[in-house]
């Protein structure tokens, strides 16, 4: 996976998390919908976490590949 594919996959799961947002925003949101965002919500955070890992191991000039999608629970509290 490149990093393109990774910040096209964020753009998808953006999307899908505004359209969630909206849906509960106008009170039609489901707890099934609601429980979709919050595990969009994670799947975002997994993602900016490989993109940035990447990254960092180009720039330390690692091959980036070897990074790899960490635990929900290791990721989703980082402060941004």
């Known amino acids: 996976m490149e990093d393109q594919d990774i910040l096209v996959w964020i753009r998808q799961l953006v999307d899908e998390e505004h359209e969630l947002l909206k849906e509960e925003e106008r009170g039609y949101a489901s707890e099934a919908k609601r429980?979709?965002?919050r595990r969009t919500e994670e799947y975002l955070?997994?993602?900016?976490?490989?993109?940035?890992?990447?990254?960092?191991k180009r720039q330390a000039g690692l091959d980036p590949k070897s990074a790899s999608v960490r635990e929900?629970?290791?990721?989703?509290?980082?402060?941004q």
């Open 35 to 37: 429980a979709r965002r």
């Open 45 to 56: 955070d997994q993602c900016w976490d490989l993109l940035r890992q990447r990254r960092a």
């Open 72 to 79: 929900i629970e290791m990721v989703e509290h980082y402060k």
